[in-house]
């Protein structure tokens, strides 16, 4: 396969992923959409590491899953403690537990 035809995945993959972050409310949809930016990235940089030989991409893809799975037990954490306290996982009753 060609290097563009990565990139375009990663591109759709990015702008749905973007997509997903600014028109939801739910907690966990927010979260899911972050996931899909984060895999849009790792799709870029093992794409380009493969196109030019080079394994630093790969390297960083592996710190960006890291990176991913602690966000997403910090996310997940955050979205229990507001559905406890709200009722509610709709991220705009976030401002309301300031106190």
Known sequence: MLLN???LLAAVLF???VYGVLTRRNGVMVLMSIEL???AVNINLIAFGTYLSDATGQAFALFIIAVAAAEVGVGLAIV???FRN???IDIDAVDQLKG
Do not use: H, K
Request: proline share 0%; aromatic share 6%.
């Open 37 to 39: 930016i984060l895999n």
């Open 5 to 7: 035809q990565f990139l």
């Open 86 to 88: 709200r009722r509610s």
């Open 15 to 17: 702008c749905i992923g």
């Open 80 to 82: 229990l403690m507001l």
